[in-house]
Antibody, heavy 121, light 112 residues
Framework: EVQLLESGGGLVQPGGSLRLSCAASGFTFSNYAMSWVRQAPGKGLEWVSAISGGGADTYYADSVTGRFTISRDNSKNTLYLQMNSLRAEDTAVYYC??????????????WGQGITVPVSS | DIVVTQTPLSLSVTPGQPASISCKSSQSLLHGDGKTYLSWYLQKPGQSPQFLINEVSNRFSGVPDRFSGSESGTDFTLKISRVEAEDVGVYYCMQSTELPWTFGQGTKVEIK
């Protein structure tokens, strides 16, 4: 069974840092791009970042460029999101999602259960 | 950035009746590889989003055939031929032709 399991969330103060992890199983992890998508309370979905299957290509939304870093360890089947200089507006449920192709185009066919990141003092 | 505009924002449907959701892109979603990367998702209440359709009209594995997708230029449509109670939730379209990928605002579907 294909599965994604996020971890690492929790309350963080403005200006602080947090690293999210997403453990993947049930598919050949390195063959697929991976992405992070977030959802602020009561709001819609916002694409945050994506990384190609091998990890050489990374992509970011303007709202997080320079503050967030996506990475992956294909030997551990794990995706990461390092979030620095967090702001109140980063408060959201963060979803890890698997892309359909190596470079990501084509849609996100598997989603994790989501992890909550509240940014507040 | 490509703006994707969904309409309507909410929809109340009688079970067994059809429903239609529109997604309009601010520019062509035709990629240089000849494919159009417009996908549809359903987020049921309290759940993560689930994948319905990719590349405009290809239903994902296990998605009932009452769901279909189509396009006309920069206008994309998700149709549910006969709405069932389990179809309630918020539907999103997403373009992944051009970075940054962008979602529509979402359409909330309720049952009358």
């Amino acid at each position: 069974e294909v599965q994604l399991l996020e971890s690492g969330g929790g309350l963080v103060q403005p200006g602080g840092s947090l690293r999210l992890s997403c453990a993947a199983s049930g598919f050949t992890f390195s063959n697929y791009a991976m992405s992070w998508v977030r959802q602020a309370p009561g709001k819609g979905l916002e694409w945050v970042s994506a990384i190609s299957g091998g990890g050489a290509d990374t992509y970011y939304a303007d709202s997080v460029t320079g503050r967030f870093t996506i990475s992956r360890d294909n030997s551990k089947n794990t995706l990461y999101l390092q979030m620095n200089s967090l702001r109140a507006e980063d408060t959201a449920v963060y979803y890890c999602a698997k892309a359909m192709h190596y470079y990501g185009r084509g849609g996100l066919d598997v989603w994790g259960q989501g992890i909550t990141v509240p940014v507040s003092s | 950035d490509i703006v994707v505009t969904q309409t309507p924002l909410s929809l109340s449907v009688t079970p067994g009746q059809p429903a239609s959701i529109s997604c309009k892109s601010s520019q062509s979603l035709l990629h240089g590889d000849g494919k159009t990367y417009l996908s549809w998702y359903l987020q049921k209440p309290g759940q993560s989003p689930q994948f319905l359709i990719n590349e405009v009209s290809n239903r994902f594995s296990g998605v009932p055939d009452r769901f279909s997708g189509s396009e006309s230029g920069t206008d994309f449509t998700l149709k549910i031929s006969r709405v069932e109670a389990e179809d309630v939730g918020v539907y999103y379209c997403m373009q992944s032709t051009e970075l940054p990928w962008t979602f529509g605002q979402g359409t909330k579907v309720e049952i009358k």
